[in-house]
């Protein structure tokens, strides 16, 4: 029955197709697939995309790209079924009656996710990505929507309102690429990136794919040449099991490298990279020996990531090395665990490869993976760039998270999967949103008062009334993760010594006791 299945002896949405993508899914997941892949095209049948083309194929499309990261059938036949409730004429009951708890947990978590929305308010990016994670609950559910994105970006063209474009643009370049990123799955955040970055940026954009094509021409030769020469020296040191490719850099990193140099390219070296791949951790030390005694290297371009591994796991040996016919050239040497690693990421530890291997180790707490994916997150992390100061402090157990994250959110059993959904570790803090889409983080219980005091404190001293999702509510109302928040204000109010009684901030309650000391005081 089996027939080898070549490339093009499929059709492109096909269940082969998601198949292609994965080959070492084994009988009972392509079985609970089919299922998926079944039940889905009758839940869309005849529901059409914007494309006019039919829904179904944007489930494939997840799947396969799921599949292409090396996901099982749970999460293979969950990317399926994302969209049958909320576009599709599937309801909660079937899918949890025909596919279990674990799959409509999945596609739950994705629904709930598409309705978190980027409002645009760049500095409160950190808090939005934090949302995100917060709201999906289990990264499976993360990568099932960075596969969704990823077909929606490829099919964006065909959405008529410029501003929701933009919108699901500017939310996947600022949000969804780098969350990829942190979590080490550099082929999905590359992918994500450059797909959103047009559509964001158009000129930039334009610019940015000038410069790489005028440097990828004039790099190719040299490139070509000097694997020639690197290979031979190889030899000679008696290394023979190596790999020699390139990559090029992504139009996004570009753009932030040109950005960073006022958009001159001269003295950005890693445009192109030759890539080295070994056996094992000896040989990417002994290849970087060979290299510099045949090849002068550039002072200060070492970087040794084996050794310090970047936050998101990385690994790999950089240097930046004169070829010795006028040019200069950045080579990347790992092995090959580490460049699955650097593709994939927790995607790698998650997938069916890891899992039929076995995955020892104690589960986690998912708190641990939510703080090491943002750093320093008690402290004052509000951007990227502290995570990367920080990431010195992180050092040691930099690779050990990415495996702790994939144990945590590996396949759970039954009853762990029970706790696991109730155990929300984020129970402590909400997330609420101004009127103006910003994000703002407060402790569970706090009030539209709590919310007036962190905004400002005269806002939290004259608030008179709050709207809420556009309700009028008292001031004592609880709010809830993704409320829109609405502080009514007036000019000469005073804040009531009653609200001690339920604000939740320290902040609020200091602010209060210092208005009426101050009150008695001058009384
Ligand atoms: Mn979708």
């Not at 004169?322 to 092995?335: K, L």
Request: with cysteine.
């Amino acid at each position: 029955m089996v027939k080898s299945v070549s490339k093009k002896s499929f059709e492109e949405y096909s269940l082969n197709s998601i198949f292609f993508e994965n080959t070492d899914l084994n009988q009972a997941d392509r079985a609970l697939i089919k299922k998926a892949y079944d039940f889905a095209e009758l839940a869309h049948r005849g529901i059409k995309r914007k494309s006019g083309e039919p829904y179904f194929i944007h489930l494939v499309a997840t799947a396969k790209n799921l599949a292409f990261l090396g996901m099982d059938g749970t999460v293979i036949a969950a990317g399926l079924l994302h969209d049958s409730i909320e576009d599709g004429v599937a309801t909660e009951e079937q899918i949890k009656k025909e596919f279990g708890n674990e799959i409509a947990f999945l596609v739950e978590g994705v629904t709930k996710l598409g309705h978190v929305r980027f409002k645009g308010m760049r500095r409160h990016n950190e808090s939005l990505r934090k949302l995100f994670v917060a709201t999906s609950k289990d990264i499976r559910v993360l990568i099932i929507k960075f596969a969704d994105r990823i077909h929606n970006l490829e099919t964006l063209k065909f959405i008529e309102t410029p501003e929701k474009r933009k919108r699901i643009a500017t939310e996947s370049l600022e949000i969804y690429s780098p969350l990829a990123y942190r979590l080490g799955i550099s082929a999905f955040s590359k992918r994500l990136g450059d797909l959103a970055f047009p559509h964001v940026m158009p000129e930039e954009y334009k610019r940015v794919k000038e410069i790489l094509k005028e440097r990828s021409k004039e790099n190719v030769k040299n490139l070509e040449q000097f694997r020639r020469s690197i290979s031979k020296k190889l030899a000679e040191n008696k290394i023979i099991d190596f790999k020699i490719t390139h990559r090029v850099k992504t139009l996004v990193a570009l753009y932030k490298k040109l950005i960073k140099n006022d958009w001159n390219d001269e003295k950005i070296y890693d445009i192109i990279a030759l890539r080295i791949m070994v056996k094992d951790i000896a040989d990417c030390y002994q290849v970087l020996g060979i290299i510099h005694k045949n090849f002068k290297p550039m002072i200060g371009r070492i970087k040794d990531y084996i050794a310090v591994p970047k936050l998101n796991g990385y690994r790999s040996i950089h240097t930046t090395i004169f070829t010795g016919h006028g040019g200069v050239i950045e080579v990347q040497i790992r092995t090959e665990r580490m460049h699955q690693e650097a593709e994939y990421g927790i995607a790698s530890h998650l997938s069916y490869k890891a899992k039929t291997v076995g995955v020892e180790g104690i589960r986690k707490n998912q708190k641990d993976w939510v703080s090491k994916i943002f750093g320093m997150f008690s402290k004052n992390s509000n951007s990227f760039t502290i995570m990367e100061e920080s990431k010195k402090e992180n050092e040691e157990d930099n690779h050990k998270w990415i495996h702790d994250l994939a144990i945590c959110s590996d396949r759970p059993e039954e009853d762990d999967f029970e706790y696991h959904l109730k155990e929300d570790f984020f129970s402590d803090r909400i997330f609420v949103f101004t009127p103006l889409g910003e994000v703002i983080d407060l402790p569970v219980g706090a009030t539209p008062v709590d919310f007036a005091y962190h905004i400002h404190t005269a806002m939290g001293e004259t608030i008179t009334g709050a709207k809420i999702n556009d309700n009028f509510k008292s001031l004592d109302t609880v709010l809830k993760t993704g409320d829109i928040i609405d502080i009514l204000a007036k000019k000469g109010a005073t804040p009531n010594i009653k609200w001690l009684e339920f604000v939740k901030t320290s902040m609020a309650k200091r602010k209060i006791r210092a208005f009426w000391e101050r009150k008695k005081r001058e009384n």
